[in-house]
């Protein structure tokens, strides 16, 4: 398991060594949206009986910051890696597909992860935040920042320029995380709009963690989960197919 150790330890430095950049910008930018939308509606807005909406906030833009983070680790990397040619460095070595696919997915859900814990252990002080059931929580920030980690590998393998990559981010990344139900219950939107926010696999992520701290969900919890770990396995398996297969890797 060397050739993985290195690899994975190689993409952890990538993001590690620039945290001012890809750990505590994101988590600036959650408070950001913590500071505007709770002076905004606090007070206004009651979602669940007796949480405070800023409270409510909280574990949706934390599961946000984790989802767009693993994501956008993997992608950049292997995208970049790409643009410079020094993808080669990775293939020439006797790395088996299953220790390539694995150090990218757990060094972007590692900074997803991180990111998350960031937004909650900056946010807390403002807020009062219960965790009532963290077994939860944990399984879907787990599975979450699996599913967007190896989304991020798609589109990086996909992407040989940035604005190709900007397309995954602009047209699929940002509307299904926006519209996952981070700032709002679905409870509260027309017949319509619900059912269509069912089909939005990061619902059930966001959903799923916020059930985590109050106990309260729009779905029933075994439910999102089998469908968000549904999505990881079936984006496992299309990613370990595209690195076997060598698509615009090795031409």
Sequence with gaps: MTGFYTLFYKEWL??????????????????????????????????FPGVDYAAFLVPGLAMMSVLQNAFANSSSSLMQSKMTGNI????????????????YLLAAMARGLVVGCGVIAATVW??????EHPLWAFLFALFGSGILGALGIIAGIYSD???????????????????????????????????????????????????????????????SLTIVAVCFFALSLITFWLIKTGYKLRQ
């Excluded at 590690?16 to 709770?38: D, E, H």
């Design 14 to 47: 990538r993001f590690w060594k620039v945290n001012v950049q890809t750990v505590l910008a994101p988590v600036l930018t959650a408070l950001m949206f913590l500071l505007v939308f709770s002076h905004s509606l606090r007070g206004h807005v009651e979602v």
């Design 88 to 103: 080669v460095f990775v293939l020439l070595p006797p790395l088996s597909h299953g220790e390539f696919f694995l150090a």
């Design 126 to 131: 403002f807020v009062d935040l219960p965790l």
């Design 161 to 223: 320029k940035v604005d190709q990559l900007a397309l995954f981010q602009n047209f699929i990344i940002l509307p299904l995380t926006f519209l996952s139900g981070v700032f709002y219950s679905i409870q509260s939107l027309p017949p319509f709009w619900q059912g269509l926010s069912h089909l939005n696999p990061v619902f059930y992520m966001i959903d799923g963690f916020r059930y985590g701290f109050f106990g309260h969900a729009d779905v029933q919890p075994l439910a």
